[in-house]
Each structure stands twice: as C-alpha cells, then as structure tokens.
C-alpha cells in the first residue's frame, strides 16, 4: 500500500516558472525523500531530509518537511525543460521498514 | 563506480512461465530492495535483502521470490506468469536500508 500521496497529479508550467508538488504521509517516518524518474527508466535520488529537519536545499530544489502536518514539498525553481520527469515521495519508517512510494506528480516543463 | 545494473532489460514471456532477472548493486552496498512499476499501482515494493538475509517482503504472492547472494547480487524469481505480472522491474541498492537508494534502469517484463 502507498503511504506517501502527491499533489498534484500532474502539473505543466512554462520553462523558467517554480513548480511546487506536495506529500503527504500517514505514518510517523525516519526520513522522507525525494525521486525523480524520466519516462520509463529507473528513479533518481534527490533528496533526502530526516524527521527532525524541517528544511533542505540542493541546488534548484527545497524541500520542506512539516512532521506535525505529516507533509512534505518539493520546490523546483526556474524549472527548465530538462526538469520534465515524474516525481516521487518515499517514506521510510524507524528499523528496518522498507521504503514507501507515492504514486508521484507528472511535471511537463513547456519550452 | 558502476551503477546499479540489472539484467535483461527487456523480456518477453507467455502466461505459465516462469522468468529469472539480475540485479547487481553498486559496489560496497549490502542493501537490495525490488519494486514492480505499473501505471495502475505505481511503484510496489517487492522484497528486501541485507546480506543474504530476507529482511523485508511486501505484499505479493508466493509466485514471486527471490535471494541475495554473497557477493551482495540478487536475484527475484516470478513462477507462472500472468498477464498482470507485466511491469517495469526495478531493483535499488544502498549501503544500509535507511539511506539514499540507487536504482537501476530497471527490467521491462511483458507477458502476453
């Protein structure tokens, strides 16, 4: 079963705009983190941010982690065409618990 | 270091039959998990081993199985196939279970 739920589904913007895409989670989690995945290849590590952090950057990227709320965003600024991917939140929970997926926001980036 | 390889990357079978894929991970990294991608479900965890051990399975049938090897590779095992089982096969690696994982570019499966 899913634990992590994006939002939206699916988002188009134009390139340069900042796409913001939402987690949320239903169970307490060791860390939460961030994949892409371009059309039908393997998924990509972004990022990671653990429960006691409320805020990472890398490079274009911030996420934020709001453990009270049980939700987590993705902020992706001035998006570039190359940015064009599906996106997933995974969750992980304290010992050995295995790593949840959500079924991921679809971000098309316009030229 | 080489990535996360898996092996074939596409494959196609009938119903009834059963199919083996590989995943070797990165050099170093005990950790191997496997998830079955669908559009309808999304990305469903499969199993997990550390160090030879099964340390986590998700919710499938007995139908699929799998075992990590002593140099850290793994493989997973699907017994007679069914149409549903048609799916992107993805395997990932890491040093231990709690941080980042490294996928590999997956296994297409296509049972018709």
């Known amino acids: 079963s899913q634990q992590g739920e994006e939002d939206p589904q699916a988002l188009s913007i134009q390139e340069g705009e900042n796409a913001t895409m939402n987690c949320s989670y239903k169970?307490?989690?060791?860390?939460l983190q961030w994949y892409r995945q371009n059309s039908g290849r393997g998924l990509v590590h972004l990022i990671l941010?653990?429960?006691?952090?409320r805020e990472k950057h890398s490079g274009r990227l911030r996420v934020t982690l709001d453990t009270s709320k049980k939700s987590s965003s993705l902020l992706i600024t001035a998006s570039r065409a190359a940015d064009t991917a599906s996106y997933f939140c995974?969750?992980?929970?304290?010992?050995?618990?295995?790593?949840?997926f959500g079924k991921g926001t679809r971000l098309s980036v316009i030229a | 270091k080489a990535g996360v390889t898996q092996t074939p990357r596409y494959l196609i079978k009938t119903r009834g039959q059963q199919v083996t894929l590989s995943c070797s991970p990165i050099?170093?990294?005990?950790?191997v998990s496997w998830y079955q991608q669908t559009p309808g479900q999304g990305l469903q965890f499969l199993f997990e081993y550390f160090s030879e051990t099964q340390r986590n399975k998700g919710n499938f049938p007995g139908r699929f199985s799998g075992r990590q090897f002593s140099n850290s590779r793994s493989e997973m095992n699907v017994s007679t196939l069914e149409l549903g089982d048609s799916a992107l096969y993805l395997c990932?690696?890491?040093?231990?279970?709690?941080?980042?994982?490294?996928f590999g570019p997956g296994t297409r499966l296509l049972v018709l």
């Open positions: 050099s170093g990294h005990r950790s």
């Open positions: 995974a969750t992980r929970g304290s010992g050995n618990t295995p790593l949840v």
């Open positions: 941010i653990r429960s006691n952090e």
């Open positions: 169970t307490s989690i060791n860390n």
């Open positions: 990932a690696s890491s040093v231990q279970n709690q941080e980042t994982q490294y």
